[in-house]
Each structure stands twice: as structure tokens, then as C-alpha cells.
């Protein structure tokens, strides 16, 4: 079947070209010198985790317990190495948490000793015990505490509480100018005689610096979506590099400049900066607007001239908040569709 | 339960809100004169579309031929009339186009002979009539024919076609300079003939102007979660009008002017424009910023000290397209909880 033959809209993945992206990745974090633990949350899918995991990859990142659960049961590795690099708050979560280290090797970040303490108590009630770093602000302002000494209070509490396994530190992203932050918290761990095994960095196309600063492991995840778009410099979106594609139909031709497709907001997500993507047959076409369930494309410069009912393909501009808006997405190589993957990440929001 | 004991985030839905939006909006069509079709993309739940009918509401709207079938097969109506207004193309579709007229009342919109052809040829085929209104585009730029005379050309190419039965037209949204368009197109189908018994407008606010037209209904959908703010002029987010709220745990106070909140992009939507939302607890907080997990939260202003751990509510600022990325809804009153709601119209992409 071609993906031109799907009930449309439907989100089409080029196997190809998301091939090209692990291996791409894998070799690249190969060369530098960094063992490269994957980002689940930009796909949601343990088909592709298990290829990132077959191509090297250390292990997998998961944001929520209950998308690491769905990985881990999904059998995608003999011994899954998860990392939590979330502040695990609330006795659900915890429970969820403490349940997963029967699955895989769970280590968890925090950045506060409330945090920490309510991992540690609830561990110490069921005989658990976490592997637990300590999240460093290092400059992006997100989670993560403030300086090397205020991570050597934390990781001194850290260590001291029952339930809990001190294994070093993570930041996010990282960047050069991160060094000092690190190698005095390194340093400080080292003289008090903490444990550090573990320095985690992240983001994609960061994965030399991360090798640069003295991480352990760098953190990757939409490089598989996005390709090396953050390694190469470049950001335009390119059929040979981004693997996924929104099938839509022309459902309206009002007038000669313009075209209407079955695709709007609730198929490509809300707000996104204009053009919102690609379209790989036209691109001269250009999807300049959104409604809930239309999209609304300036077809003025095209000489093609578009049929109520013809198939395009767009590449989206947010190609990872777009596959979240779905169920499942129809794997495919060149054009023939080859499978039927579910999200089994996706909606685990708690 | 109260909401706080939830696990976050969870999207809450406060009933009393609700119900008066519900009734305010009845109450407000009644008062114009203008019979009400509510339109279920808003919440995709047939709980709340029932809610509607109860209180009066003529029919439903969906641009979905399954997201009508969820409703209709929800039995939300003992004859319920469902609207289409939307281009039904290719043969998927328009399978299930004709399948949902053994469920309900079934109006269906085109603007194109092709569309009209392709729906006439298969309901011939198995044996339907399917009822018909042309699109007309009145000023929107989204679909439908560009003129009175396109109207009617359509519109006497759709009476010729076996398996349509001509009912009227639409335009979206209803304006007062919709109203010469309107009004000659009227008059052409009267002087060729043709009926014109269906004459839908729509948009929430825009209800006494659909009647003023000359409009036999008004379509409206996000009054039930954005309250009457298009009519009232106030567009500010209010606990009394806005019944969609997130609960949220505060995990992570990094710095005394941020917290960091358990809900970012995939729990809200992506690329709002700021501030994302009120949080209703502490209204002088403000939310400047998401990652995908992640919400930022600007806390300089609030005398209140935050916790890690505290549970927060926060109305959205986009409340259909944050729903939209969840499954189900908890509904509660008076910060109690009553039951959980499915989306069952969700991630209908077909």
C-alpha cells in the first residue's frame, strides 16, 4: 500500500531516513568519544527506542515513570538502563518510580532535599533502594540547584538518607561555558569522598561538548525526528533528513491562490511559528495559517495546480509536539507502507 | 476526593462553570431568537454534549465524520441531528459519512462539484440520500464558493446529483457584511427553485448576528469552556467563566523568584502566547515559559511562599487545545470530584 492510499491525515514515518538518523547519531557520539543515552519522550515509541538502543545507545531518558514503564515493558532491551531526570514529587509518582527499579536500572535526579526525602522515605517503607543524582542549574534557569556547593549540601543529604544511592550529577543542556559549574562540583564531591560515576549532560547537538566538559554520558533525544540539524547548522526541513511526514488531503480549492488541507491545529499542534512545515511535493506551496481542523496554503507560486482530493505530504515544523497529537504512525519506505507503530507513550501524563 | 489529592497533572473540569456556561449560552440564543447547534471539537465528550442538547441545543457539530459517530453511538440524543460542515473527500470518509446517517440526522457541506461527485456517486451506489448544503466563503478565506452566482451553480449541480437532497447553505463566521452575500444567494436558490431551508451560521459570540442575517441556526463550540467572553468583551481568565483547570505539583523551587511546575507543552499545547495561563491560587505568579515537560513560573511578584510538592490549579489560556492532548477529564465541584470523563472524540485524525 502507498502512504498516498491512507485515510488521511496521517502521520507517516520514512524508515530510511530514521535509520539514517541512529546511525547517524551513533556514529557521531562514536567518534567523539561519549556513550549517548536516548531521549524517549520526542517519539514515545519502543520500535524506535529498541533501534537507538541496537545501535549503541546506553540506555534510554524518560521524563515521566509512567512512559519509562511502557518502554520497560515493552521488553526493548535485555538490561534497560533508565535514567528520570525529573524531580519525582508525590506519593504516586514515588510508588511508580520504586515499581520501575524492578523492571530496568532506574537512577533519578533532585534537586531538593523535599525531593529527596519523599523518594527515601517511601524506598525505606518498601526496602528499595534508588540511584539517585543531584540536577544542576548550570544556566538554563529550568530545575536544578544553584551552585557547586549548595549540589555538595544535596548530595551529602543525598547520601546520608536510607532508600537512596548517590551516583553523581546532571545538567541541561550543555555547553562550554558549563566547565567550571562542573569540574568544582566534581572536585568538591571528590574532596568530601562522594561517589560520581555518573556525570550526565544533554541535548541534541551538544554531544562533543559533552565530552568536552567531562560528562559521562550525554543525553540526545530529537535528533531522531529532527536529524543532525543541531550537529550540521542547518534547520531547513529536508525530506532526506526529517523522517516524519503528515499525509493530508486537498479538501478545498475556493480560489487559484489558495488551497485548504485536512490537516489544521489538532494535526500539527497549536501556534506553531509560521510556515508550520514543509510540503516535500510543492514546496513552493506554503501553509500559511491554521484552524482547529483546516489547514489554509498559499499555492500563488505554484505552476502546479492542485485537485479536490490530491495527497501531499508536509513535513512539520515541530515534528515531535505533532506525532504527541497521535495514537500511532504508519512506518513506511520509500512510499510503501510497511507497519503500524502506537505512541505507547503518549497521554501518560501522570 | 479533592482535586489536590489527584495525581498532577490532571486536567479538571469545574461542573458549576460549566453548567452556567451551558445555560448562559441557551439562555442567551433563546433571548436573540437563533436556534443553538453546539459544536462537540471543543470538549469531544459526549457527557457535555448532552449536557448541551439537554438545555436545548438543536444538534452537534463535528468536521469529523468518526468524532459524530462517537457522539451519536454515545446515544447523547434520542434523534440527534449532527452538521458536517466540512469537505468530505475520498472513499474512507465518505463511507462513514454515509454510514452515520443510519445513526442520526446527517447534513453535510461541499464546496466543489468534486466533492458533491464523490459523495453522490458512492451513496448512489449503496443506496443513500445524504443531505446537502453548500459552503459559501462570505469574507473568511478558509473553503467555500466565492460568490451568490458560484453558490448557485454548485447548488443546482448538487439538486441534479442522485443521492444528495439540497437543504441550504453556511458561511463562518457570521458578521454583519456577511449579510448582501447571504441575502442574494437566498434570493437566487428562491428564484431558481431550490431549497433553502438550512441557513447555518456560526461562531460563539456571534449568535444574535447569525440571527440578524437571517440565519435558521448559529453553530457555537467554545462557549462551554471559554464562557461567554466573546460576548461579555472580557477576554481575561476567570475561575467563574473558565471551567478547564490543570492541577499541577510544584516540583522544584530553585531560585526565590521561580518555580518549576509538573505541566509544560505536552500537557498545555505548544507556543502559546504568554502567560499560558492564570493560576488560580496565586494569580500574581506568572507562567513565562514551557518546556515539554516543564512549566517556568515567575514567582517575584507573590508574597507567598511555595513549596515543593504543592498542588496548584491553572486555567489554560488555550482550553480546547490542552484538553485536546489529554484522554480523559476529571469533573469536580467545589474542588471535590465527581467521576472521570473520556475524550472519546479524541485522536479521531480519520
Redesign the interface.
Known sequence: MHIYDL?????VIDLDVLERNIQGMAAHCAQVGIPLRVHT?THKIPEIARMQLAAGAIGIVS??ATAAEVMARAGIADALDILIP??I??L??VRRLLELTRWATVTVAV??E??AL?ISQQAQREGYTVRTIVEL?TGA??????SPSAALALAERVAGLPGLSLQGIMTYPSSLGVKPFLQETVELFHRAGLPCTMISGGGTGAEAISQEIGCTETRSGSYAYEGMTRISGSKDLSPERCPVRVVV???????PD?I?I?GG???F?????KPYGLIIEQPQARIYSM????G?VDVSQCAHRF???EKLSVIPL?A??TS????EVVVARQGQVEGVWSLRGR?R??
Open positions: 485515510d488521511t491525515p496521517a502521520i519522550k521524563q515521566k525529573y524531580n514529587v508525590g504516586p509518582k534537586d531538593s523535599e525531593t519523599g542549574d534557569k529550568r530545575c536544578g540547584v544553584q488531503t486537498v479538501v478545498s480549492t475556493p480560489t489558495r485548504i485536512d491545529q489538532e494535526t499542534t497549536s501556534y506553531p511559528p484552524s482547529v481542523e483546516h489554509h485537485q479536490v482530493g515541530h515531535e509536539m504527541n497529537l497521535h495514537d497521554g501524563v501522570r
